[in-house]
């Protein structure tokens, strides 16, 4: 018969060895837990950077902007305006700079007639002025200044209605993306115009017309 005194040291030293067994399950159930978890995270980072917006074609030309019209080379951006005037077309081909860096162009009426858009930069410090109308030489202008920029309109016509000039100085604004599309100059300047004595074929010398010969 097994005494007393040895089956409890026995059941002693088994219950303190139950413990230290799980030790290892206990582990090993936590690293095979924790690896699934890595292995989802992305180590790439997010890509926070928002696209450019799109230029509204109703704002003026930035001057800053790398974008700004190259066709008129030596015009400050900022100082380019257009205008509405009633029986007048702009004339593509007269804008373009003026003085040092200021901006001019023609609206040409049906019979001819002509007015000029001019605007350029103020004297420093010169404050702004209401429409004023001046004539001399056979010159007729009328101007004013905003915002440190003189504007202008300009005409030699003696029949320009002056209503008609004031009017158009008053509409001057600067130009937007889309009316700065219109005011490039024409890449075609239209087709050359025929000679009617040339020959249909060939290099030939141009033909006398009949009985031009003496």
Sequence with gaps: MIPQRSARRRLTTTVLLLPLLALPLTACGSEGSAAPAAEAADPTPADTSAAPDAPDPSEPADPADPSA????????????????????TLAPQSAGV????GWGCSYVSATGGTIELRVERAEPGAADTDITADRAAGITEFHRIRDGVR???V????????DLLRAALEAAHPADAAELAE????????????????????????????????
Aim: net charge negative.
């Design 155 to 162: 005409t030699t016509d003696p029949d320009a209605d002056p």
């Design 151 to 153: 504007i202008s309109v």
């Design 183 to 214: 005011a490039l100059p024409q890449e075609d300047g239209g087709a050359p115009v025929r000679r009617g004595d040339l020959p249909p074929n060939g290099d030939g010398a141009p033909l006398d017309p009949e009985g031009a010969a003496g």
């Design 69 to 88: 019209p190259a066709e008129f080379p030596g015009v400050a951006p900022e100082l380019i305006y257009l205008t509405e005037i009633p029986g007048h």
């Design 98 to 101: 003026i003085g040092e860096d």
